[in-house]
Each structure stands twice: as C-alpha cells, then as structure tokens.
T-cell receptor, first 115, second 112 residues
Framework: AQTVTQSQPEMSVQEAETVTLSCTYD???????LFWYKQPPSRQMILVIR??????QNATENRFSVNFQKAAKSFSLKISDSQLGDAAMYFC????????????FGTGTRLQVTL | EPEVTQTPSHQVTQMGQEVILRCVPI?????FYWYRQILGQKVEFLVS????????KSEIFDDQFSVERPDGSNFTLKIRSTKLEDSAMYFC??????????FGPGTRLTVT
C-alpha cells in the first residue's frame, strides 16, 4: 500500500521569506502523480501544484515550486516570498496512474506566517 | 478551478439517524470521490465512483455507507445509521480526463 509521510507537523516563516515543506512517499508503482493541497481555516481543499512522476522537470506555479526526487521518493514544496495568506495546513498527496484511482494524503504541515 | 458545490454546509444529526450528503459536480466530469476528514486529522479516502458504479472503496466504507448518482447530476453519500465517530468533514471531489481532483467546500457532519 502506498503511504505518504509529512514529518513536520508545524512550520513557521516570516513574511517575504522562503520556506520548504517536506514530504516522502512509498510506492512500488513507476507511474504516479504527486500533489500539494492547501487547506485554510475554511477547510476548503485547494490544489496548489502537481507533479507527474515521469517528468524530470520540477513543477512551478508562481511562488510555489517543488523539488521532486524520484529515487529518494521525496517531494518537497517551496514557497517563496511568503505572504500572510499562505498560512494554512498543507497536505501532500499521492495518486497512482489509472482511471479512478484515489488520493492518499499525508498528515499535513501547519504553516504559520509571521510579520 | 472547476467548481463543485456541496449541501448542506453543516449537518447536525442524532446518533442512529440517516443522513444524505449531496454534491453537485461539473456535469462533464467522469470520476467522483468521497473523502472524509476527522477534525485535526488527515483526509481519508472513502469511495470512488465511475460510470455509475463504485470503482474502489476503503475499509471505512462499510455497509452503513452507500453512494449513488440518482439523477445523473447530484452525487450523494448516505450514512444509514450514524455513529458518534462519523462526525467529520466530508468532501466530494471530481476529476475529468486530467490528473487533478477538485474538491468541494465540504459538509461538516456533527453526530450527537
């Protein structure tokens, strides 16, 4: 079974600084997708960024980028120029390739952004 | 981001009662999912639904749970006899042919 591990329950970053959230996963599949979701206090799940396992290039979405290390099964999220609105829970998620396959989530990292 | 709606936003029910949670996904999306999140915990998969039948279900999704898409648009999750431990946020998600799953705003279920 696939597992996703987020070893940082809480992180803090100052506004305008950069922070990296860690995620590791375990799978025997070769084709899969990885995601980061943001959950603000409203508890809405918002997709931040995704990465296809077959792509070597790291995904980037504006201030958000990932460091995908397939051999190490590591998928970290870097937030640059942090803003107060980035404060939220961040969940790493895995999905194997396939039609209706489910998302498997990590336990989340709570990010605080301070002035 | 495609919008999914869920109703109600908050449901309070007594233990042993039946509840139906509703989701209105984007009409041309093919894959539908229910997840739940107990307060302070991670999001857990319940069931996936494709072509009007269940594709996969987790061990949480026991005989007390059922899903259907009765009118081709609404996607419902029914809990037949609620328990205290069913209290959670329930998220509907959907996917088209792409890779991303988009989540609805969730229904907060409180069982007393």
């Amino acid at each position: 079974a696939q597992t996703v591990t987020q070893s940082q329950p809480e992180m803090s970053v100052q506004e305008a600084e950069t922070v990296t959230l860690s995620c590791t996963y375990d799978t025997s599949e070769s084709d899969y997708y990885l995601f980061w979701y943001k959950q603000p206090p409203s508890r809405q799940m918002i997709l931040v960024i995704r990465q296809e396992a077959y792509k070597q290039q790291n995904a980037t979405e504006n201030r958000f980028s990932v460091n995908f290390q397939k051999a190490a099964k590591s998928f970290s999220l870097k937030i640059s120029d942090s803003q107060l609105g980035d404060a939220a829970m961040y969940f790493c998620a895995y999905r194997r390739a396939g039609t209706a396959s489910k998302l498997t989530f990590g336990t989340g990292t709570r990010l605080q952004v301070t002035l | 981001e495609p919008e999914v709606t869920q109703t109600p936003s908050h449901q309070v029910t007594q233990m042993g009662q039946e509840v139906i949670l509703r989701c209105v996904p984007i009409s041309n999306h093919l894959y539908f999912y229910w997840y739940r999140q107990i307060l302070g915990q991670k999001v857990e998969f319940l069931v996936s639904f494709y072509n009007n039948e269940i594709s996969e279900k987790s061990e949480i999704f026991d005989d007390q749970f059922s899903v259907e898409r009765p009118d081709g648009s609404n996607f419902t999750l029914k809990i037949r006899s609620t328990k205290l431990e069913d209290s959670a946020m329930y998220f509907c998600a959907h996917r088209s042919q792409g890779d991303e799953q988009y989540f609805g705003p969730g229904t907060r279920l409180t069982v007393t």
